[in-house]
C-alpha cells in the first residue's frame, strides 16, 4: 500500500494560481497511474485529472481543462497539479489517489483508486 500527503493548498483570488502536490511513500509511485479529484462541501467526489504511469496519457474533467496540469516527477515520487486561472467554484478539498494500471492506461472513476490522501483545501475567492 501506498501511503499520500497533499500539500500546497491555500486561499487565493479569482484568477491565481496554485501548485498542488502529492508525495508518496512506502511504495513507487511508477507502479500507479495517479489522479486527482476534489470534493466541495455538500457535493460528491469529482474526478479531476489523471496521468498514467508513463506520463504520457492524461485526461482532464471538461471544467478545469487548459487551466490546470497534472505532471508527475518519478526521482521525487510525487505528482503535482497546477492550478492556474482560478475560479470560486475550483474550491474544495483536493485528494490525490493511486491506481495500479497498465503503462499507458488512465481511469477517471474514484471508485477505481484504492489509495488516497487526505486532501488539502483550496478557496478561492471572489
Known amino acids: 500500500q501506498v501511503q499520500l500527503v497533499e500539500s500546497g493548498g491555500g486561499s487565493v483570488q479569482t484568477g491565481g494560481s496554485l501548485r498542488l502536490s502529492c508525495a508518496a511513500s512506502?511504495?513507487?509511485?511508477?507502479?500507479?497511474?495517479m489522479g486527482w479529484f476534489r470534493q466541495a462541501p455538500g457535493k460528491d467526489r469529482d474526478f479531476v485529472a489523471v496521468i498514467s504511469r508513463s506520463g504520457s496519457t492524461t485526461r482532464y474533467a471538461d471544467p478545469v481543462k487548459g487551466r490546470f496540469t497534472i505532471s508527475r516527477d518519478s526521482a521525487k515520487n510525487s505528482v503535482y497539479l497546477q492550478m492556474n486561472s482560478l475560479k470560486p467554484e475550483d474550491t474544495a478539498v483536493y485528494y490525490c489517489a493511486a491506481s495500479i494500471r497498465a503503462y499507458n492506461n488512465v481511469v477517471v472513476s474514484s471508485a477505481d483508486y484504492p489509495d488516497w490522501g487526505r486532501g488539502t483545501q483550496v478557496t478561492v475567492s471572489s
Open positions: 512506502g511504495r513507487p509511485l511508477s507502479t500507479y497511474a
